[in-house]
């Protein structure tokens, strides 16, 4: 019954929305100022404020900071420092790892191709790697060599089932002990290397390794774009990277996204920074970390998953072609209604009373989390970075929010929650 709702309460945000000042399909981002797009310059300041106290209080190094509203970009700024060490101030036009928000551009691409008839999205993934077929449950760890042993599972992997993090596949990195050892042992690359690696060979390795759980019974954060990295390449007939630029970054302008930055660009990434001592200082190489990237090394590795840097801006115009239905700047890359699927819960209950669903590229704002203030209208889509970033869209308002940090230590940092809400009592008309 929720399923239901949330479809047809969801359908009617996206579709029928009435605002006076909602934009048409063909809007592209232009600065204004806040008036104009039905917002309170007086208080958008208030983002200045949190912001510029969160960097005195050394919650955060620094931040770059993005609202837009019925395609009107009304507040670009940033606070406080790309690199403490080096004295380096942050910049608008910076440019972040934006890990986990590459997610939902995989998840487009994978969508891009499902319109032209590619597929079905209840394909088993199996049909198009060998490897993933038979997939065994997870039963029991050997600490002595890290093998495991499991039992058959009863469903196929589906291409669905990777794009909703239900597949049941883990995400070493972050995963429980187990999983993170069982990851290791085999070799897994979660993200971020400089190795001579393919997402071919990385699949394939991870296809042999056990799922937490049967394919579709349980929502566990996956590495299951990662999979669809590989996929695309698969269907596309073409590298990773180069599907993304071709059908995705060069119709939206977005100049700065990459796997890999050009020896141009290098010195705008923004390096991530962990506090130590009440110092901010450039965090060092970890067995999930490499500084390096994605400016040095081989250059080989597409993650679909969290491979990506961007900007602000650049994310921005990503976001508003969701908002547009599917168009930006006169290039359509997605239709409306499938746009409407995508934004429709697809996990049913499976994320319980968190105020979220989960639709087939972002998180989505449900009654529950509407109700609970401060995040936005029904049908918001949302999501964030492992390195400090965030961001949300709202179909109702026609509003964006981008937040970038790069940091490793956000025990006190609260200017996510903040800055959402301020957006949201910054809207006047």
């Given at each position: 019954?929720?399923?239901?709702?949330?479809f047809?309460?969801?359908?009617?945000?996206?579709?029928?929305?009435?605002?006076?000042?909602?934009?048409?399909?063909?809007?592209?981002?232009?600065?204004?100022?806040?008036?104009?797009?039905?917002?309170?310059?007086?208080?958008?300041?208030?983002i200045?404020?949190?912001?510029?106290?969160?960097?005195?209080?050394?919650?955060?190094?620094?931040?770059?900071?993005l609202?837009?509203?019925?395609?009107?970009?009304?507040?670009?700024?940033?606070?406080?420092?790309?690199?403490?060490?080096?004295?380096?101030?942050?910049?608008r036009?910076?440019?972040?790892?934006?890990?986990?928000?590459t997610?939902?551009?995989t998840?487009?691409?994978?969508?891009?191709?499902?319109?032209?008839?590619?597929f079905?999205?209840?394909?088993?993934?199996s049909?198009?790697?060998?490897?993933?077929?038979?997939?065994l449950i997870?039963?029991?760890?050997n600490?002595?060599?890290?093998?495991?042993?499991?039992r058959?599972?009863?469903r196929?992997?589906?291409?669905?089932?990777?794009?909703?993090h239900?597949?049941?596949?883990?995400?070493?990195?972050?995963?429980?002990d187990?999983?993170?050892?069982?990851?290791?042992?085999a070799?897994?690359?979660?993200?971020?290397?400089?190795?001579?690696?393919?997402?071919e060979?990385?699949?394939?390795?991870?296809a042999?390794?056990?799922?937490?759980?049967e394919?579709?019974?349980?929502?566990?954060?996956?590495?299951?774009?990662d999979?669809?990295?590989?996929?695309?390449?698969?269907?596309?007939g073409?590298?990773?990277?180069?599907?993304?630029?071709?059908r995705?970054f060069?119709?939206?302008?977005?100049?700065d996204?990459?796997?890999?930055?050009?020896?141009?660009?290098?010195?705008?990434?923004?390096?991530?920074q962990?506090?130590?001592?009440?110092?901010?200082?450039?965090?060092e190489?970890d067995?999930?970390?490499?500084?390096?990237?994605?400016?040095k090394?081989?250059?080989?590795?597409?993650?679909?998953g969290?491979?990506?840097?961007?900007?602000?801006?650049?994310?921005a115009?990503?976001?508003?072609?969701?908002?547009?239905?599917?168009?930006?700047?006169?290039?359509?890359?997605?239709?409306?209604?499938?746009?409407?699927?995508i934004?429709?819960?697809?996990?049913?209950?499976?994320?319980?009373?968190?105020?979220?669903?989960?639709?087939?590229?972002?998180?989505?704002?449900?009654?529950?989390?509407v109700?609970?203030?401060?995040?936005?209208?029904?049908g918001?889509?949302?999501?964030?970075?492992?390195?400090?970033?965030?961001?949300?869209a709202?179909p109702?308002?026609?509003?964006?929010?981008?937040?970038?940090k790069?940091?490793r230590?956000?025990?006190s940092d609260?200017?996510?929650?903040?800055?959402?809400?301020?957006?949201?009592?910054?809207i006047?008309?």
């Open positions: 019954m929720k399923f239901y709702l949330s047809l309460m969801v359908l009617g945000v996206l579709s029928s929305c009435t605002h006076p000042l909602s934009v048409d399909n063909k809007t592209v981002l232009t600065e204004a100022s806040a008036g104009d797009a039905g917002m309170s310059e007086e208080r958008l300041m208030r200045d404020a949190m912001l510029t106290e969160a960097v005195a209080q050394n919650q955060i190094p620094g931040a770059v900071a609202v837009a509203r019925n395609g009107k970009i009304v507040y670009h700024k940033a606070f406080g420092m790309a690199d403490n060490e080096a004295g380096r101030s942050l910049q036009d910076d440019i972040f790892r934006i890990a986990s928000q997610k939902a551009i998840s487009t691409a994978v969508m891009m191709l499902w319109e032209e008839g590619k079905a999205l209840d394909d088993p993934i049909l198009y790697i060998p490897e993933f077929e038979n997939p997870f039963e029991a760890f600490e002595a060599d890290s093998s495991f042993t499991g058959p599972a009863t196929s992997i589906t291409i669905r089932h990777l794009l909703t239900t597949s049941g596949i883990g995400y070493g990195m972050i995963d429980d187990n999983f993170r050892k069982i990851y290791q042992k070799g897994i690359i979660d993200a971020f290397t400089t190795e001579d690696r393919s997402i060979e990385n699949i394939k390795r991870l042999k390794l056990p799922l937490h759980h394919p579709g019974e349980k929502y566990t954060y996956s590495e299951g774009l999979v669809l990295g590989y996929f695309i390449e698969i269907i596309s073409l590298p990773f990277d180069r599907f993304l630029k071709e995705i060069d119709p939206l302008g977005m100049e996204t990459y796997f890999y930055l050009p020896d141009s660009k290098a010195e705008r990434l923004v390096p991530v962990n506090r130590a001592a009440g110092v901010w200082t450039r965090y190489a067995q999930y970390y490499d500084p390096d990237y994605p400016v090394g081989a250059k080989t590795f597409f993650s679909g969290g491979g990506l840097s961007s900007t602000a801006a650049d994310y115009r990503f976001l508003q072609m969701y908002l547009n239905n599917g168009e930006y700047n006169g290039k359509r890359l997605l239709s409306r209604t499938t746009v409407q699927t934004m429709t819960n697809q996990v049913g209950d499976l994320l319980g009373d968190s105020g979220n669903d989960y639709g087939l590229a972002f998180g989505i704002l449900d009654e529950t989390g109700a609970r203030g401060g995040r936005g209208s029904l918001t889509f949302e999501w964030g970075g492992y390195f400090n970033t965030q961001y949300f709202d109702v308002e026609q509003s964006i929010g981008i937040l970038m790069q940091t230590d956000g025990r609260e200017t996510g929650w903040k800055f959402r809400l301020l957006v949201g009592q910054a006047d008309d």
